[in-house]
C-alpha cells in the first residue's frame, strides 16, 4: 500500500505565496520521479511541475520563473514553491508519483488527494 498526503493549499491573495508539500509513505522501494497537477472547474488537469530522483526538473510555461519544484529524497517529500500568484493558478493542486514497490515488480504510478489553491481578493 501506499499513500501520498498533501498539504500547504489555501487562500491567498494575488501577488501572495504558498509552499505545498507531499509525502509519499507505504511499501515504496524507489521513487523514480514524482510531480504537481492541478485541474481547474472545466479545465483539464494539467502537469505543473515534476522533479525525477536524480534532481531534473520541468515546468508548465505559465509557471516558469514563479514556481519552484524540489524533493527531499530521504522523506519522499516532494515541494512546490508558489510565488507571485495569480488568480489564474486558482485551482486543485494533486501530487503525483512514478515508484517501485518493496513487495511488486514494476513500476506503479499514484496521486494524492488533492489540495485547494484559491488566489484571490
Known amino acids: 500500500q501506499v499513500q501520498l498526503v498533501e498539504s500547504g493549499g489555501g487562500l491567498v491573495q494575488p501577488g501572495g505565496s504558498l509552499r505545498l508539500s507531499c509525502a509519499a509513505s507505504?511499501?515504496?522501494?524507489?521513487?523514480?520521479?514524482m510531480g504537481w497537477y492541478r485541474q481547474a472547474p472545466g479545465k483539464q488537469r494539467e502537469l505543473v511541475a515534476a522533479i525525477t530522483s536524480g534532481g531534473s526538473t520541468n515546468y508548465a510555461d505559465s509557471v516558469k520563473g514563479r514556481f519552484t519544484i524540489s524533493r527531499d529524497n530521504a522523506k519522499n517529500t516532494v515541494y512546490l514553491q508558489m510565488n507571485s500568484l495569480k488568480p489564474e493558478d486558482t485551482a486543485i493542486y494533486y501530487c503525483?508519483?512514478?515508484?517501485?514497490?518493496?513487495?511488486?515488480?514494476?513500476?506503479?504510478?499514484?496521486w494524492g488527494q488533492g489540495t485547494q489553491v484559491t488566489v484571490s481578493s
Open positions: 503525483n508519483a512514478d515508484l517501485a514497490r518493496i513487495e511488486l515488480p514494476g513500476r506503479y504510478n499514484y
Open positions: 507505504g511499501s515504496i522501494f524507489s521513487i523514480y520521479a
